[in-house]
């Protein structure tokens, strides 16, 4: 009983690293909600007695941020039903993951002491979002990372782009994590970029990769070009070129604004007094237009 109410709560993020949580139950409430269905129970009803009724709080805060509702998560899980039940032959990889993802967490304290440690909450969605993050804690969307099932994807796609093995699940947390530790409000293009490069930048140096390797390509094969565009538009307060959507602009892939914060954010440092520092500045900046100038990228 202790358990099941605890599960309901949601933990204070704390500053020693070992006492953070991984919450893996959702993803067995998950495969649970699948094997009812296999058994004769319509998939939404499985979804909602078996997955979302006894989910996690983690679960309530991913489901109000991105999952949003029973039927849209039952349509998605039926239009790719083999490929969701195939997750499920992951998870002792997942679980080969816990200490990558506990090694994140202590690598950060080491280099940022005064850092927060949330818990974090492996879950399943509906394809729109390998991580996210609340006050409450850190969500990771397994969906999101079982490359390792060969899916059967158009080539190009946004998914193709995105979807990664699950093996790369502590690059993800290293991102969300080092968003956990931000605290700016973006109010232009350039502030909203530059949080997402600074995080992957971290991603990097926590979990030895980022989370955008084949944007960042396309990024460096149209440096000049994707940079001139970018400086053009990053006083503006619409980021629909760089981030989270489509580009308006023919052949560029989405989430560019990734690739260009991660410019700033890698000069930045070039030019820091040790790296340490520069990584602690990067996530503590309040001046955007002085972390800009300190990069050296205005120069190019």
């Known amino acids: ?122 879950v399943v969605g509906r394809f729109n979002s390998a991580g996210t993050l609340s006050d409450e804690g850190l969500f990771i969307s397994l969906e999101m990372f079982g490359r390792n099932l060969n899916p059967d994807l158009a080539e190009g796609s946004w998914l193709d782009r995105v979807l990664k093995p699950t093996g790369e699940l502590d690059a993800i947390v290293a991102h969300e994590l080092a968003h956990y530790q931000q605290h700016q409000t973006p109010q232009n293009t350039l502030e909203a970029c530059l949080l997402e490069g600074v995080a992957d930048v971290l991603a990097e140096e926590l979990s030895g990769r980022h989370t955008n390797p084949s944007v960042y390509a396309f990024g460096a094969e149209h440096h000049d070009e994707v940079w001139t565009a970018f400086v053009g538009d990053m006083h503006g307060s619409s980021t629909r070129d760089w981030l989270y959507r489509t580009p308006a602009r023919e052949g560029w892939p989405q989430d560019l604004g990734y690739y260009a914060g991660y410019h700033i954010a890698t000069g930045y440092l070039e030019h820091a007094s040790s790296r340490e520092q520069g990584l602690r500045e990067l996530l503590e900046w309040t001046d955007s237009e002085q972390m800009l100038r300190d990069s050296g990228r205005l120069v190019e």
Not at 59 to 68: P, S
Not at 76 to 94: D, I
């Open 1 to 122: 009983m202790l358990t099941l109410l605890l599960s309901y709560l949601v933990a204070a993020p704390v500053s020693n690293p070992s006492e953070a949580q991984i919450h893996t139950e959702d993803l067995d409430h998950f495969f649970e909600a699948l094997q009812a269905h296999r058994e004769g129970m319509p998939l939404r009803r499985a979804l909602r007695i078996h997955y979302r009724r006894p989910g996690s709080a983690g679960l309530d805060e991913a489901w109000k941020i991105n999952i949003r509702g029973v039927g849209r998560l039952a349509r998605r899980v039926e239009s790719s039903l083999p490929y969701y039940e195939g997750l499920e032959g992951e998870l002792a990889l997942v679980e080969g993951e816990m200490a990558e993802i506990r090694g994140v967490f202590s690598k950060l304290e080491e280099l940022y002491p005064q850092a927060v440690h949330p818990d974090v909450y492996l």
